[in-house]
């Protein structure tokens, strides 16, 4: 039983009893292979983007922001490319969560926690601190070692150093991400000459703790206490899931040192813990699938180091389903079934939402109208017999250039429109200019006779046209008047 086995079942005792246990700290070796290098790779590539992503130009226009992508909370947009969101849009976000939570469990029913082990920013910052703090304190043993005895000079210098370091890339971390809100050059400048908004201090300083503290201090923890998504992910997997397992029925029974030789029959697990001291949450894959694992393939590489050593084969902790693993202990196969009903539903609705999203995308219109009838008085009687109704009209100008927007209405016999604020009219049409990027807001009274007041109201319409444009929006309102009886 290895000692983080020994003090976990401590916990438990403990546990039953005070309904609390203490933190047992996981000390992972350091290991190479394969799966340690693709997830390197994945790690530098995420680093890389996140880090580098805010300093992308992307050229927009005059005034414009040149940012590639930008949450520009000061001008309500937000900025990806060659798109251009506002506030009316928050339902392509909506769309966006949809498509990443349906292709979480896309990826969860094919290939288990890989988000967990490979890209969550939980689990990409940890182990770029792990690897830190094994740059600057060594690797399991030294450590542990080191932590055991009293602290001296030396080892109080290598903490700091860590501590510093860890501290530095936080720094780094919170930083980047307020590049996404603000001009990356812009707030950078800002920042080191003292001139930028508190808020921006002050949400550099929350990051940089929060990075410090989850990935330096929280680690493991957070994947196996605060986050809730291995409560839920088993829902996702079923026993045709790809997850690291532990081929027990070639591993079992455990041979060990000068036991191996006599154990009959033997098998190929040597129990010599290489898996379980690698593991970044330190549990024992030969326990059988845990809440804590997330998939990384650690213990992959490091047993089959050992299979390598011993003259085994390969692959005694491997990616495999529980499906094969039970016909391999029968002595069949089962392979690995892509299509199945949840993934096909989970891939249909994937598509169906990336379609939707797509086609809306492309047929997003460029102008915006809404109006609002007032609330008192609902209509005014004019000396010559016709009614008078007042409305606000908003116009969202999503072009970079001032528009001029001609508004007009239909089902109100004869009407004529007056815009209050810029004396514009009486006239059937009205045109009304809008700044480039804005949104323009105006008080037009629209005075006519009603033909039909059912209940004291007509519906009318009012249209929209961008004069450059040519692009075309209606927004049915009513028209209000006298009830049959001649009240209101
Ligand atoms: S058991 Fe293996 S796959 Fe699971 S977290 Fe530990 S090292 Fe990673
Ligand atoms: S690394 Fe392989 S051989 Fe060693 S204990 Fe783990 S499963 Fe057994």
């Given at each position: 039983m290895s000692h983080i086995e020994r003090q976990r079942q401590l916990q438990q005792e403990e546990a039953g009893e005070h309904l609390f246990a203490n933190r047992v700290r996981v000390y992972p070796k350091s290991v190479t292979g394969p799966v340690r290098r693709f997830k390197w790779a994945v790690l530098i590539g995420c680093l890389g983007l996140y880090y580098l992503l805010p300093w992308l130009r992307w050229e927009r226009g005059v005034k414009q922001p040149n940012q590639a992508v930008l949450l520009d909370i000061s001008r309500e947009r937000f900025y990806f490319f060659n798109l251009e969101f506002w506030p009316q849009d928050i339902y392509y976000l909506t769309g966006l969560l949809i498509m990443g939570a349906v292709a979480l469990f896309l990826v969860t029913s094919l290939a288990g926690r890989v988000w967990c082990g490979y890209t969550c920013p939980q689990t990409v910052w940890t182990d770029l601190f792990m690897w830190v703090e094994r740059l600057i304190e060594g690797d399991r043993n030294e450590r542990m070692k080191r932590d055991a005895a009293p602290l001296t000079l030396n080892s109080a210098a290598r903490k700091a150093a860590k501590h510093i370091l860890w501290l530095g890339i936080a720094f780094w971390t919170g930083g980047a991400w307020i590049m996404y809100y603000v001009d990356a050059p812009t707030v950078t400048v800002q920042f080191w000459t003292g001139v930028a908004s508190t808020e921006v201090y002050f949400f550099t300083f929350l990051f940089t703790a929060t990075t410090y503290l989850l990935a330096g201090w929280a680690r493991e923890q957070v994947c196996t206490?605060?986050?809730?998504w291995p409560r839920f992910q088993s829902a996702m997997l079923d026993e045709h899931s790809l997850t690291v397992t532990y081929q027990g029925w070639r591993g079992e029974p455990r041979t060990r040192g000068k036991r191996a030789a006599n154990?009959?029959?033997?098998?190929?697990?040597?129990?010599?813990?290489a898996c379980v001291t690698v593991c970044p949450t330190g549990i024992d894959i030969r326990d059988g699938i845990?809440?804590?694992?997330?998939?990384?393939?650690l213990c992959v590489d490091a047993c089959n180091h050992v299979m390598e050593r011993t003259g085994r084969p390969a692959g005694?902790?491997?990616?495999?389903?529980l499906a094969d693993q039970a016909a391999k202990a029968a002595g069949t196969h089962t392979p690995f079934r892509l299509l199945r009903a949840r993934t096909v539903i989970y891939l249909s609705a994937l598509v169906l939402a990336a379609v939707v999203m797509v086609v809306a995308l492309a047929l997003r219109p460029g102008i915006g109208l809404s109006v609002q009838h007032d609330r008192a008085p609902l209509f005014v009687r004019l000396a010559d017999g016709n009614l008078r109704n007042g409305y606000t009209i908003k116009i969202i100008n999503k072009a970079h250039v001032p528009v001029t927007f001609e508004l007009t209405t239909q089902g109100l016999f004869g009407a004529i429109l007056t815009e209050a604020d810029e004396g514009l009219g009486p006239a059937a049409t009205l045109g009304l200019p809008v700044k480039a990027d804005e949104v323009g807001t105006f008080r037009v009274y629209v005075t006519g006779q009603p033909t039909t007041l059912a209940d004291g109201t007509q519906p009318i319409d009012f249209s929209l046209r961008?004069?450059?444009?040519g692009e075309q929006t209606v927004y049915r309102s009513l028209f209000m008047g006298p009830n049959t009886e001649g009240k209101r």
């Open positions: 206490y605060m986050c809730p154990a009959v029959p033997a098998g190929d697990c040597v129990d010599c813990g845990q809440l804590e694992c997330i998939n990384c393939g005694l902790i491997t990616w495999d389903t961008n004069t450059v444009s």
